[in-house]
């Protein structure tokens, strides 16, 4: 783990695959946007609203995943020193708050014909709407010290905090009486959801995830040329 979290180290790994991930994010959500939007059918029910889920599920998943790897990146900060752990942290922050904001708009431009309504206080929704301003409590956290360290710490607190939010997102729908379905894709006893529509589900998952990547390693490539500046400038200052 400390070889891996030296930034050069990081760099040299993540570097070369970069334009792999980029490209299979392209492929992928094509190809899942196209069987989503043109080859699989309209639900029996819900008709042709059911298209908005190829958006609406992968962002969800996103938000979550973003969140997972921002708490991860967080103890490896707090924990073992790592302080590229707070830099993928930092990364990542902007990129899960926008998925959790795609995740709410399709949410409720899908609850409206299927449920009557924009918005419910359902757990939920309301559990997701926590995590959006959890990334929004982060993000301004990390710039509210003007010592840095300072503020690197108590956004990873409070990341490492929030994550407790994250089970209750996903079992609310099991826990709670909820507006939203249970689980229909990951489930102890296999997918509920016919293969037409889940293949470009997990098309738009894997699209979405090596998006994430991609936009992950350019994020902090940026950010590691940004704390070496900091670092001259100050060696400067000192010096």
């Not at 992928?28 to 059918?41: C, K, N, V």
């Not at 042709?48 to 973003?66: K, N």
């Not at 409590?137 to 010592?147: C, I, K, R, S």
Request: charged share 10%; proline share 5%; glycine share 6%.
């Amino acid at each position: 783990m400390h070889r891996f979290a030296n930034p050069n180290q990081f760099l040299r790994i993540a570097n070369p695959l970069l334009p792999w991930v980029a490209w299979l994010a392209v492929l992928s959500i094509g190809a899942g946007l196209y069987l989503g939007l043109f080859q699989a059918p309209p639900d029996y029910q819900q008709g042709e609203t059911v298209r908005i889920m190829y958006v609406h599920v992968p962002a969800a998943w996103m938000a979550l995943f973003c969140y997972a790897s921002m708490a991860i990146a967080s103890a490896m900060a707090l924990i073992w020193r790592h302080p590229l752990g707070f830099l993928i942290a930092k990364a990542s922050a902007p990129v899960g708050a926008c998925f959790t904001v795609i995740c709410l708009a399709t949410g409720s431009l899908w609850g409206k014909p299927m449920w009557g309504t924009w918005w419910e206080w359902d757990a939920r929704m309301t559990s997701v709407l926590i995590l959006f301003f959890l990334y929004v409590g982060y993000m301004a956290l990390v710039d509210a010290f003007d010592d840095a360290t300072r503020g690197q710490r108590a956004a990873s607190i409070l990341a490492l905090v929030g994550a407790v939010n994250l089970p209750i997102i996903k079992f609310s729908v099991e826990w709670w009486n909820t507006l939203h379905q249970p689980a229909s894709v990951i489930r102890l006893d296999g997918p509920t959801i016919h293969s037409s529509m889940l293949w470009p589900l997990l098309l738009m998952i894997i699209g979405f995830t090596a998006f994430y990547l991609a936009i992950l390693v350019v994020r902090t490539r940026s950010e590691i040329a940004a704390a070496k500046i900091r670092n001259i400038r100050l060696g400067q200052v000192h010096g």
